[in-house]
């Protein structure tokens, strides 16, 4: 098994990202091809390795058949989405999965960045985010959210961030009328602040509310969001082999694949034209600030 990297800041901080990252000629014969994986926590460290190792693992055998040569994919874990994203645009991974808000981000900052694929959901580009209130919460819509408290995710999340704040200002409901409002960092400490009565609602993906309602979490729906599917990117520079093998690999992959542990079922072609849905998301969101003085 190969050893799983958990990336600090001050390490990730300290890498020369004009390093060069290109892999050895040729003529090394059976040398391994060494990429780095990158991704961040949305959910427990513990729970994404848990996630992606299958996956990561099939992968390798895939890229070392198509390019005649041994491939290792080491795991790299941001502890934060803004650091994840730095990772890819400087070149400290070569290979990442990001929400899509994140690739919207790390696009601007790096128009270099390639595409590799999009997931999909029963051969969907779209999934689905929730805003989720208690089960025994007498909240039946999002207008009657007004003057109570409400569970962010990451600053930089799709869900947990742009998408509910775009879907609160359209009910009307704005940070001002809001009793209070908090980032949370991560989508199970979303669902699970509600469930304890921290929050009155809060923002998470279909995946995490699942998981929890599956335990016996005490959490209710109160509304749906659809979500472009999550896309895997190439660095600036990685070679063309290797990145078009990578896409290769990723296209070949389906349910017969180790894709289960990570709730969608294979990968479509995809350009960067599919996420102005979530360009839009990202505008629409500050709305939700409209009638405030950025307190909260």
């Given at each position: ?54 996956l990561l693992d099939d992968l390798e055998t895939r890229l070392s058949t198509k390019l005649e040569r041994p491939v290792e994919i080491r795991m790299q ?58 089960r025994d919460a007498g909240i039946d819509s999002i207008e009657m959210l007004g003057g109570r408290r409400f569970a962010f995710g990451s600053e930089r ?140």
């Open positions: 098994m190969l050893a799983i990297v958990a990336a600090l800041v001050a390490a990730s901080c300290s890498a020369d990202p004009s390093a060069d990252r290109s892999p050895a000629p040729a003529d090394v014969g059976t040398a391994p091809l060494e990429l780095a994986f990158g991704t961040y926590t949305s959910d427990k460290p513990t729970t994404v390795v848990d996630q992606f190792r299958p874990v941001a502890p934060s989405y803004e650091q994840g994203i730095a990772d890819l645009v400087d070149g400290r991974v070569d290979i990442a999965r990001f929400g899509p808000a994140s690739y919207v981000t790390a696009f601007e900052a790096n128009p270099e960045i390639a595409l590799l694929a999009m997931e999909t959901r029963d051969g969907r580009k779209t999934f689905e985010g929730i805003v989720c209130v208690h999340s799709t869900i947990g961030r742009y998408l509910a704040q775009e879907l609160l200002a359209d009910h009307g409901v704005h940070a001002s009328q809001l009793e209070s409002w908090e980032y949370l960092g991560r989508h199970d400490r979303v669902g699970a602040a509600v469930a304890a009565g921290q929050f009155d609602a809060g923002a998470l993906k279909d995946t995490t509310f699942d998981r929890l309602v599956s335990v016996g979490e005490p959490l209710r729906q109160l509304a749906v969001v659809e979500v472009v599917t999550k896309p895997w990117l190439a660095r600036e520079g990685l070679p063309t082999d290797v990145r078009d093998a990578a896409t290769a690999a990723l296209l070949e992959m389906d349910d017969e694949s180790p894709l289960g542990a990570l709730a969608f079922d294979g990968f479509v072609e995809g350009n960067n034209a599919d996420y102005d849905p979530i360009r839009r998301a990202i505008a629409g969101s500050a709305r939700f600030f409209d009638d405030t003085e950025g307190s909260h």
